[in-house]
């Protein structure tokens, strides 16, 4: 119904920038929505690092805020985000996420998300 194909990864050098993609496709017609990129890094819990609304309501948590920025381009049907000021830290696999629920701003909780891609690589070195 549903496919989310990541792309973009890599790796870059401490204080570099990145930016990945996701690109979606549906069968179905979605008429709300919240997408957002997760991240995992090996040991350690998975964490939202921006959320977008179908209104364009954008949310970051205070560890990536003013760094990464995300966006939706409509007519490419690509989510974006846009990584700046990179840190080791940083390092994850990174997923694009969708929900088709209805929220003023989207949440951080993996589990509101039914659809998942399958992750591309971020690997930040100092």
């Known amino acids: 119904q549903v496919q989310l194909v990541e792309s973009g990864g890599g790796s870059v050098q401490d204080g570099g920038s990145l930016r990945v993609s996701c690109l979606v496709s549906?069968?179905?017609?979605?008429?709300?929505?919240?997408m957002g990129w997760f991240r995992q890094a090996p040991g350690k819990e998975r964490e939202g690092v921006g959320t977008v609304t179908a209104s364009g309501v954008a949310s970051y948590p205070d560890s990536v805020k003013g760094r990464f920025s995300i966006s939706y381009d409509r007519a490419g049907k690509t989510l974006y985000l846009q990584m700046n000021s990179l840190k080791p830290e940083d390092t994850a696999m990174y997923y694009c996420v969708l929900s088709t629920s209805l929220y003023a701003s989207c949440p951080f909780d993996e589990h509101e998300y039914n659809y998942w891609g399958q992750g591309t690589q971020v690997t930040v070195s100092s």
């Open positions: 549906a069968s179905i017609l979605i008429t709300n929505w919240c």
